[in-house]
């Protein structure tokens, strides 16, 4: 347990049994995402070294944070992590709290966390928001010795539609450079790792928004899932019990589709209780289970 970060109080827990699998994209992401700013904003101050606002294109969004541990340790790993928002949504500072209470918990453990922007689908099609994930993978290679990490030990995160694009980036051979991804690990957290426009999901317009198609043969081709193979990087998969409708099927086909590859099961978290948004928001809580997983994982990634 993190003995400094606070608890989620038992009236949240309540709430987000209550709240339960009726699932309201809009209103229960906006719920939880202030609930849990709010829990966030009553911890002790963490004094971390913080890099804002790093650019690497010209478009606005182009830009991310580094979190530097007080550490100086040359051995460091780095995550690289990407937020979610169903393509046309969502900022890496989605709040003042959240995503950076991913770095935050990241860095307090020892590993330097990059809080990564991309374009989203008003701006780009698909493949723009993955070549941007590629292109501060490439400056994270650039930059190890300068940030204090060993590039051999660079870890991609994504969350939601995030995962969309850190998955396109880590096993299509079509969205990486020649010579592999450069990744010593995946890291999904209710990952859309595969593109459909079915009946029951809820931002079926987004995902067409982003790829440009709803032809169910392209959409297929561009889902991270079907790129996976016996050289896949080692990848951890976490999913809610109440997720965001087929993200926790998406979520396990990818676990299936590692675990045939490879001829064993990747590490995998089942999420009791939690739901899409406060998957990833109660990161850096006293409730650090699915954190000591993403830590354990990156110190022995398998």
């Not at 297929?220 to 087929?246: C, K, M, R, Y």
Request: a neutral charge.
């Amino acid at each position: 347990m993190n003995a400094n970060r606070p608890s989620i109080p038992n009236e949240l827990r309540e709430l987000m049994a209550e709240i339960g699998p009726r699932w309201t994209p809009g209103s229960h992401v906006k719920l939880m995402l202030d609930r849990f700013s709010d829990l966030h904003r009553s911890a002790p101050e963490q004094h971390l070294q913080i890099r804002a606002n790093v650019s690497y294109g010209s478009h606005p969004r182009q830009q991310f944070d580094v979190y530097l541990p007080g550490d100086d340790r040359p051995d460091r790993a780095a995550v690289l992590f990407v937020h979610g928002g169903a393509f046309l949504d969502g900022h890496r500072n989605r709040t003042d709290q959240i995503y950076a209470n991913v770095l935050r918990y990241f860095a307090a453990n020892g590993v330097v966390g990059i809080n990564i922007g991309y374009r989203l689908a008003d701006d780009t099609k698909y493949p723009g928001a993955t070549d941007d994930i590629g292109a501060v993978v490439a400056w994270a290679h650039e930059h190890a010795t300068e940030m204090g990490f060993d590039r051999s030990r660079i870890f991609l995160m994504g969350h939601s539609a995030g995962a969309a694009h850190t998955g396109s980036y880590t096993y299509d051979r079509r969205r990486r450079p020649a010579n592999g991804p450069g990744l010593a690990g995946h890291l999904v957290v209710s990952g859309r790792v595969r593109a459909e426009t079915l009946p029951e999901n809820p931002n079926a317009r987004k995902v067409v928004a982003y790829y440009g198609t709803d032809d169910p043969s392209v959409l297929a081709d561009v889902s991270p899932v079907t790129h996976i193979g016996p050289d896949s990087v080692p990848t951890f998969v976490a999913w809610s019990e109440f997720e965001n409708p087929l993200i926790d099927l998406h979520c396990a086909e990818l676990v299936f589709r590692l675990a045939q590859a490879k001829h064993r099961s990747p590490p995998v978290m089942w999420l009791r209780g939690h739901n899409h948004t406060s998957a990833i928001a109660h990161i850096n809580t006293a409730d650090d289970l699915l954190g000591r997983a993403l830590l354990d994982f990156i110190n022995d990634p398998r």
